[in-house]
Each structure stands twice: as structure tokens, then as C-alpha cells.
């Protein structure tokens, strides 16, 4: 697998991760889009170690050091790779199947619109959802709330990490979500359930 522009990648930095996007890709570097905080620009400072992860045909990593930031139209962060980027497994935890109507609200969009889907699959780290003719497409990085009616109710939070299109009869999207932090709780009470 190899870096490509306009590829998105999930980038780790100082604990947090920030979706991005590859803008430039050369003999043992890579130039991302500078992580975002709302409006601001996040720029490490040189030296910084950073790690990557992209999702194409399974997940994959790289490593590197922050070489500089560059400012301009679009802010830019220069990464010296330490190698090529290697796999991972992603599903480091188990999956059950599932079949259960959820709603789908889209935190980036506003006002926040629910739009039915189904859950396919869940673990403790995340799960895959399909939407039929969801509307803007999702994308990589959005922040969704996963809502599931049952006693009690669940209210899931999580990011898409990754989104594959399929045109059957509709625009429909197979899209993986990975639970953030304040939703383990109630992850683990839907898995015992």
C-alpha cells in the first residue's frame, strides 16, 4: 500500500487524533493538511513524533517525525516517514452480528439532521452501519451520535473511520464508526443485552 494524495488519514498527535487529508507525497516524506481545533490550525512544532492511519482494502499505519509546518491558503504539516506504511488489525476486539434500526445524527452538520441506518455490527471499540441515500455522503472524520430506541435507550458517540459506497438500488454506504471514550459504558450494557 502506498501514500496517495487526497487520501484521508486519521492522524494521532499528542494524544488525539485529527482527521486529514495527504496533500503532497515524496521519497520519504508526506505533506499533510494541518490538523484542525474548530477553526484553528493545529502546527506541531518540528520533532514531533506523529502516527497515521489510513483505511484502504483493511487498515494501515506509518510513523514519523514532524520535519515543519507550512503556512498558506491551506496550512500543511511535513512528515519524514521512518518507513512505509505497514497493517494493522482493526478489529482487535470481537464483533457481534447485529440487526437493529438506529438513527444516525451527523454532530458537524448543522442543525443536525437523524437519518435512519441500520447496525450491522458491534464491538467495544466500534461499529458498521448502512445508510441508504444519506444525504450529504458521510465522511471520513465526521463525528456522528448513533441513537438505539430499547430499555433503556442508547445515545452512542463516535467518529467515521472509514465509508465504502455501494449503487444498488439507491445510494446506500457501508460506514465504520469508532465509539469515543464517554460511550463505553453504554456500549458494554448494549453488548450484554
Do not use: I
Not at 514532524?66 to 518507513?83: F, I, K, N, S
Request: hydrophobic residues 40%.
Amino acid at each position: 500500500m502506498q501514500l496517495r494524495v487526497n487520501q484521508r488519514v486519521e492522524l494521532w498527535l499528542g494524544g488525539r487524533t485529527f482527521p486529514v487529508r495527504v496533500e503532497e507525497v515524496g521519497p520519504g516524506h508526506v505533506l499533510l493538511s494541518a490538523p484542525m481545533e474548530g477553526p484553528r490550525p493545529v502546527l506541531p512544532a518540528p520533532g514531533t513524533r506523529v502516527r497515521g492511519r489510513l483505511y484502504q482494502d483493511g487498515a494501515w499505519e506509518f510513523e514519523g517525525v514532524v520535519e515543519r509546518c507550512l503556512r498558506g491558503p491551506v496550512e500543511t504539516v511535513c512528515v519524514r516517514l521512518d518507513g512505509v506504511p505497514y497493517p494493522v488489525d482493526r478489529r482487535s476486539l470481537p464483533r457481534r452480528r447485529a440487526s437493529v434500526r438506529v438513527y444516525v445524527a451527523r454532530v458537524d452538520h448543522t442543525p443536525p439532521k437523524l437519518v435512519a441506518a441500520q447496525l450491522v455490527d458491534v464491538s467495544e471499540g466500534g461499529c458498521r452501519l448502512e445508510l441508504v441515500n444519506p444525504w450529504p455522503e458521510p465522511a471520513v472524520g465526521e463525528r456522528l451520535v448513533v441513537t438505539l430506541s430499547g430499555r433503556p435507550p442508547a445515545a452512542l458517540t463516535g467518529r467515521v473511520v472509514w465509508v465504502k459506497p455501494h449503487f444498488d438500488r439507491g445510494r446506500n454506504f457501508a460506514v465504520g464508526v469508532a465509539w469515543s471514550a464517554d460511550s463505553g459504558r453504554a456500549v458494554r450494557r448494549l453488548l450484554d443485552s
